[in-house]
């Protein structure tokens, strides 16, 4: 490839750029989502404690800047004496991961059921199509409860469920923008060269039909988080003493007189790791798809 | 018309049947049965757990089991409870006003803050209250509910102490049930401030189960006003000499509506799964802390209808909203 050919390439990505960091938001939840992947990359140099080690002398010590505050715990410890600040720090490793695992395993499982209902239409379109209706029909947070309540509590099955719960909006997504790209000249042409039904789906369209999904992720990631804590809060996600989030608040619910910190801060953690990929998920939408642009 | 009704009244058999099959399958997925999840710890007979079995069913084969709790489901016969042994049905429509109470207050919240805050924004473009707004609503929209409660419980109930933590009213008041909404049907009690109790504890469960509401129509009404506000006849209204005021309510907003009023009928299933954390939280005797419940007591029949009848609900407001949508706007109606 010749240096002239090669030149529209970053054009496009400052494009893209531009567009991103038009919405200031965008660029706020970047910087939060750079800001916890370095954390939870760096877990283990971050933390101060082990996140489960328990310091029986020095329980629910309040943070640094209260009376009573050690430098050793800086963000004060919770009922039986563990770090919040480490057990925050080693939370957001496994934010990340819920998020990354459900929402990658959300977009294969989906993207492979709409485009196979896209691609095989009739009787195949239709089943996927129901079912997907079906599970909408339920509150997403009551489903993911009834799946945990009959495999058991825990964060792996958490997460399955979540998973189940996400699917139908990859599943619809991928089927709608397939459709559309189905009745292009492109796949025509590639077809009657042709092309194989798996190459179709995943080599000649699946790529035109990223846009929206990408932003789908983004917004599924936040999904998967409030989702699994959520469930870790009602005690059916992440058993304890797992540093996750939501499984922290629901033990701290009986010190919320004595120790607000115990109770807050896992929810701030919440909240920003939220807002970070909702934010990112806008500002990929107003980059990517110039139809929803305002 | 005739023919947009029924069509949309036979597409929702399909997904009725898949419904109960869902909830049917849910129940056999359990690992053993709901008699052996509900007993086995406490080693009884094998005698009495054939017995139980044969009680509630649950030696018959799949496809009969499945073809008989349909043919209950149609006439309104959902079971009854491993653990009370009462109809589940009775004991859902005894919790269920007090859902469909905090859940329509909390809608309400969010429509009458979220309308005039969104409507303003749209006015405003691009001004200090604008930006300010629209981060708050992804904010809001990004809130863990379950703790967003809580911190409300910690900062009204206990710090400032104005708001009850938890339940529908005191028990220093009786309320006969009479609509099964607790701030009505307080009007016709004999004590004094029976209302006033009632109010004080719904006011937090509302504004939390209501913030995610609030954020989606702040936002949802600011973009559907921005794109009316552009629209010929607003520009014409305006031309006409209109008032400022006159052209945006009249001409813009009741146009704007639409999607508006949309986006809120289908939010329905969110707020019901919304409702399970706040009535957790805030101990709110509604079906969503009945179903919450009824998973540490093993009790999967409860947990079978509560969700089977929530889901049914949840297809009628659709229907309901989808055929509102063709009423509104004739174009859609095929």
Known sequence: MSATQAAPMPGRLAL?????????????????????????????VLALHSPVEQFREHFLIPPIWQEGGLWDYPLGTDDVGRDMLSRLIYGARLSIIIGFSVASLALITGTTLGLTAAFAGGVVDIFIMRLMDILLVFPSLLLAIVIVAILGPGLFNAMLAVVVVTLPGYTRLARASALAELARDYVTASRSAGARTFRLMFDTVLPNCLAPLIVQ?????????????????????AQPPTPEWGTMLSGALQFYQRAWWVLALPGLAILFTVLAFNLVGDGLRDALDPKLKR | MLRFLLGRVALIVPTFVGVTFLAFLLIHLVPGDPIEARVGEHGISEERLAELRHEFGYDQPMWKQFVDYEAQVLKGDFGVSVVTREP???EFATLFPATIELSLAAILFAAVFGLPLGVIAAVKRGSAFDYGLMGLSVTGASMPIFWWGLMMILIFSVTLGITPVSGRIS???FVEPWSGFMTIDCNWSDDEGACRSAWSHIVLPMIVLGTIPLAIIARMTRSSMLEVLNEDYVRTARAKGLSGMRVVIVHALRNALIPVVTVIGLSVSGLLGGAILTETIFSWPGVGHWLVESIARRDYPVLQTGTLLIAVLVILVNLGVDLLYGFLNPRIRR
């Open chain 2, 88 to 90: 589940v049905i009775k």
């Open chain 2, 171 to 173: 028990d220093a008041f």
């Open chain 1, 217 to 237: 992720v983004s917004l599924g990631f936040a999904v998967a988080i409030l989702d699994a804590a959520a469930l870790g809060f009602l005690g059916l996600g």
């Open chain 1, 16 to 44: 893209f750029w531009r567009s991103f960091a038009e919405n200031r938001g965008a660029v706020v939840g970047l910087a939060l989502m750079c800001i916890l992947i370095t954390v939870s990359a760096l877990a283990d």
